[in-house]
């Protein structure tokens, strides 16, 4: 039996222990990833995690997800079950926020949970969070898609020390699908110099620095839901990178949009004052939060466009506007040092 | 089109009407006949005194942000990519890893 209908049936038997039948209507596929699948029956969500996982390292964060329930979704069992050459978890239904009404995007519960979490004390023993581990990973997925193309490191683009004038395209006048292919990759230098100019720890190169917090490690709006559905609180979901580090992580991806002029200054102000109201140690409670956020921001904006170079690459088309944005950021950040780092040394 | 100075294939963009290649290596940018005109006259317009504003339409200075950011990134009072539509790109940006 595949994982797929494997994972469907022990959603179904946790759903109905008893019984035999049921009539809550099918199960559904939530994500069908390399690194992750998951399926819904009824109020029952089965989890099966990246092939490879650690299974000591993925029960300390069910655990953690456990023992927190006011901030992270804990699961209904705070076991890890071997299925085929995985490992599934079991989670109870959330209802998460609707993707085609992002401006409805919970930011002020967003900067709240966040805070909260980083308050509470890590556990022993749990591992570093994985953010860094997966901008590594990003940069590697980018230079083995280059390695795929005849096309590399244009000269024009490697050549490009200052950052040109952006023009907003109108979205009618596509280019010329003959000549599209060989433009995502001409973008991947200036992502590739701004990466290495990150400090090791950024680059999944060297511990961390500055206190260990808990932190989530991969927070974007496809990690919330409100459980119980579809009026309860909100909760920060997938404990996969979960761990401890650097809490500015956290805050970075909002950040890096922000910074690239994608997200508005209101939600991120929204986002932002939410964080430090409930006390987030990541940033000063008033001020400039940037001298934390920097270094975090610069590594999610290299790591957001290397995955979109990776894409467009991989679908022989040019990079859209917000893609070119992130990748026009990548290019300037090699121009302004570092800000320093309050505390936090390379 | 070419670029004529770096060779790099050259894309289209229509600014207030008037039509613009830009090359997507150098980013240089080839005007046709008429169209640096076309541009100087909207420039004047903009120029001319402008009627008195209605409403600041920005109430609350734009919070701080790197300088690797965008211009547009709020402290110009410019606009991003935002702008009164999300852009769908964006958009499934918010919410992937």
Known sequence: MNLLPALAAHAEATAHPTETTCACGPTTTLADREDATVVRHAGTVAKAHAPGTDPTELSLRLTTAARLPEVLLAPLTSTVTPLHDRLVTLWPHGAPVDPDDPDAAPWEAVGTLLARLHRAAPPTALPPMRGPAKAARAIARLHAALSDTPHTAAPAAASRTEPAPTLAPDPAITPDPATAPDLAPRAAPAVLRAWAALPPWARAEAAMPGPAYLCHGDLHLGQLVRHPAPHGPWRLIDVDDLGVGVPAWDLARPAAWYACGLLPPGEWTRFLTAYQRTGGPAVPSDGDPWAALDVPARALTVQTAALAITKAVAARRPLDVVEQALVDACARMVTVPRQLTGGHPD | ?97
């Open chain 2, 1 to 97: 089109m070419q670029c004529p100075k770096c060779h790099a294939p050259m894309q289209t963009y229509n600014r207030n009407g008037v039509q613009i290649e830009q090359c997507s290596g150098c980013r240089g940018i080839f005007l046709d006949y008429g169209e640096l005109e076309a541009l100087t006259r909207l420039e004047s317009q903009w120029s001319q005194p402008a009627p008195p504003p209605p409403a600041a339409p920005q109430a609350y200075p734009a919070p701080p942000a790197p300088a690797w950011g965008a211009q547009h990134g709020g402290h110009q009072g410019g606009h991003g990519h935002y702008g009164h539509h999300r852009h769908k790109s964006f958009g499934h940006m918010l919410f992937s890893s």
